[in-house]
């Protein structure tokens, strides 16, 4: 049983709970924001999926550190996309997520062949990473990691004490009151996505960069989809979606470290998407989704 | 005379109605707004992608090689009708499976794993079972859709019992049907007179009385001249028939009427006796089981096995197929040809030029985006011309 107790809550399994946690806090971060201004973003994920082919690109290319920096803009750039189309062209907001996915299973494939060569569609070359931080106890990290955690923080506060986030939330409660008192809901909602797109391009950046060091098709692995379920669990609170994302990457470092005779690997490596579906049955009533989520918004529409 | 007194007279209860001659005009207009669309999107796309070409290629002469390439394997070639017709097939029921939960304002993301499974079930029956041709293929095939079905069942349980939005639930199940594939796949269900590494995993073979013929010899007989191996088989009946009953069950019966109206209005669905959990149930059940057929003209015609590397994306596909076609049968048939032409062009692309062939994956993602902004403009073109015309009688 000790062996058990090791390989649920080792220290191993800490290591790769905030390797895995990074990538799915960031994405769900970005959740956060395209919700609570009252946008739904199923796109999370392919902008993810852009993010990690760019930040390997752009590492290759002009360095780690620039190559965060580009996945980041491809994640903003993609997500623009998503606002036009739902903010101004006000299109149900669900299909413009999944064309976005859809378009993210092979615009990378068609970039690596350009970038990368003839055969090489599906994955790039070794990319560099930035220099690994010593942090004693847990050993070498990247140093993407305290950037997340200060990028949580920032969005707490960014969220709770500033004009922004007031006006960003009355957005995706109640947009004609908002409205009335001035908040320009539109500007609201592309900032919104574009910050969303930022952090889920951010998240793409570091797993091709920071956590493998390569881009490979498929890397994703679904984590937008996690993220949004990360987003209820947490009921929309930036703290709320700290500890949901804490038992997600714990779950995610369990299909690398749990090993029991008695339970069958495809059960373990299919855990996150489990608990995903679990978490989904057990909360989804019991939570308060921002208000006006999902509903396109009309300025100055008379209903 | 009192009716036409009262006519006139400031908001009328139900407009007046018009001359045959102008009715026939205005469904003309109709159908005109509604090809706009596609066809604006059509072009939109076809710009986008000639400028990816240009971009990455720096030359017009790629874009006219591209175009050269896509005419003469789209259209030229001998065979080229039998190979869009055959990808047609699976393109078809995977855009009528998405429809049916569409109807019933349902996302069903899940078609993609919702097949993997059916096309499980549906090996393992048509292997393993002894019977007649006449009981087993019909077994198979149910156990296909069973197979589908089994999968659309979990999400469409969370939704209905637990609130939980089918979009996120789909989407695990894809991922949960890979793994317990891969697993299967690589242990029980193993062919084990296949030796070798893991893309060779497979089943065992289908059994001859769970086959379905190729159709090459039918359409020679009418004139055609492809060659036997084309793949196309007589799933396309299959799926031709199950867009012809789509399109009747929601037009003429109570549960398509009741499906439309959870769909347009789901407010209203209860209210007006409509039973809105058990159609979500219903709709998502049914979409699961044509899902479950998608993947079968590849198990019992085309390969005769579940291989590990079946052919996959037909799901999100269908996504988009059934977005282009409106939901429509007629449009889902139409949108799905265009879809397996540009595949095929693709086979073109990849052989004649120096162009990735991803580039058709890229024009079908900008089809779908592009489609649904059109459709919007073009709603609201429909609906500024109405209010005009309502202005000007007024």
């Avoid at chain 1, 919700?35 to 902008?47: A, H, L």
């Avoid at chain 1, 620039?66 to 997500?79: D, E, F, K, M, Q």
């Avoid at chain 1, 996309?81 to 999944?98: L, M, W």
């Avoid at chain 1, 949901?244 to 470092?253: K, Q």
């Amino acid at each position: 049983m000790p062996e058990i107790f090791g390989q649920l809550f080792g220290i191993a399994v800490f290591a790769s709970l905030i390797r895995a946690f990074v990538p799915l806090f960031l994405a769900t971060l970005g959740g956060l924001f395209n919700e609570r201004s009252g946008i739904v973003n199923i796109g999370i994920d392919g902008m993810m999926i852009f993010g990690t082919w760019f930040g390997a690109w752009g590492s290759l290319r002009y360095g780690p550190a620039a190559g965060l920096l580009i996945a980041t803009l491809s994640g903003v750039l993609v997500a623009a996309i998503h606002a036009v189309a739902t903010v101004t062209f006000r299109v149900d907001q669900i299909v413009s997520g999944v064309a976005i996915n859809i378009l993210a299973l092979g615009v990378p494939r068609f970039l690596s062949i350009v970038a990368f060569g003839e055969g090489q569609e599906a994955q790039s070359p070794a990319v560099r990473s930035l220099p690994k931080i010593d942090l004693p106890g847990l050993g070498e990290i990247s140093p993407v990691v305290p950037l997340t955690i200060v990028l949580g923080v920032a969005a707490w506060w960014v969220f709770n004490r500033t004009v922004l986030g007031l006006r960003l939330r009355s957005a995706g409660e109640n947009p004609r009151a908002a409205e009335s008192l001035g908040v320009r809901v539109i500007n609201m909602r592309y900032a919104g996505v574009l910050i969303s797109g930022a952090f889920a391009g951010l998240a793409g950046g570091y797993l091709s960069i920071e956590l493998v060091g390569q881009y490979t098709e498929g890397m994703n692995q679904g984590r937008g989809f996690i993220a949004l379920a990360a987003l209820i669990l947490g009921n929309w609170s930036v703290i709320g979606v700290a500890f949901s994302c804490l038992l997600f990457a714990w779950t995610e470092a369990l299909t690398v470290y749990l090993r029991v005779d008695w339970i069958n690997n495809a059960f373990i490596a299919s855990l996150p998407y489990i608990v995903t579906l679990v978490v989904l049955a057990v909360f989804s009533r019991r939570v308060r989704p921002p208000k006006a989520v999902g509903h396109a918004y009309e300025a100055g529409s008379p209903v | 005379m009192k009716t036409e007194e009262r006519l006139p007279a400031a908001p009328p209860p139900e407009p007046e109605r018009p001359a045959r001659r102008q009715l026939w005009a205005e469904q003309l207009r109709d159908l005109g707004y509604r090809l706009l669309a596609p066809a604006a999107s059509l072009i939109f796309a076809a710009v986008v992608g000639a400028l990816i070409i240009l971009v990455v290629q720096g030359s017009t002469e790629d874009v006219a090689d591209v175009a050269g390439a896509m005419w003469s394997y789209g259209v030229e070639n001998k065979d080229s009708l039998a190979f869009i017709l055959g990808r047609a097939t699976p393109l078809i029921l995977a855009g009528l499976a998405t429809a049916i939960a569409f109807k019933a304002g349902l996302f069903n993301i899940g078609v993609e794993g919702q097949y993997a499974i059916g096309m499980l079930t549906a090996a393992v029956v048509g292997s393993q079972l002894q019977a007649p041709t006449v009981i087993h293929l019909p077994l198979t095939v149910l156990a296909g859709m069973a197979g589908g079905l089994l999968w659309a069942l979990i999400p469409a349980l969370l939704r209905v019992y637990r609130g939980a939005h089918e979009v996120i639930s789909t989407i695990m199940m894809n991922y949960v049907a890979s793994a317990i594939l891969l697993y299967l796949l690589a242990g029980p269900l193993k062919d084990l007179n296949q030796a070798g590494d893991v893309a060779q995993l497979r089943t065992e073979p289908v059994q001859d009385t769970a086959r379905v013929g190729r159709m090459a010899g039918f359409f020679n007989s009418l004139g055609f001249d492809f060659r036997p191996s084309v793949p196309l088989t007589w799933f396309l009946v299959l799926a031709l028939v199950a867009a012809v009953v789509y399109a009747l069950t929601i037009r003429r019966t109570r549960f398509g009427y009741e499906l439309r109206v959870l769909g347009t209005n789901p407010r209203a669905a209860e209210p007006s006796g409509i039973r809105t959990n058990a159609m979500f149930m219903k709709a998502m059940l049914l979409s699961g089981a044509v899902a479950g057929l998608v993947g079968l003209q590849e198990v019992l015609a085309l390969e005769g096995v579940m291989k590990i590397d079946y052919v996959r994306g037909f799901g999100f596909a269908g996504i988009a197929i059934a977005l282009l076609g409106r939901n429509s049968g007629l449009g889902i048939v139409a949108a799905a040809l265009l879809f397996a032409f540009l595949d095929r062009s693709a086979t073109g692309i990849e052989l004649r030029t120096e162009v990735p062939s991803e580039v058709i994956i890229i024009l079908q993602g900008v089809l779908i985006l592009s489609i649904v902004v059109a459709f919007e403009l073009v709603r609201r073109l429909a609906a500024r011309r109405r209010l005009q015309e309502t202005h000007e009688r007024a």
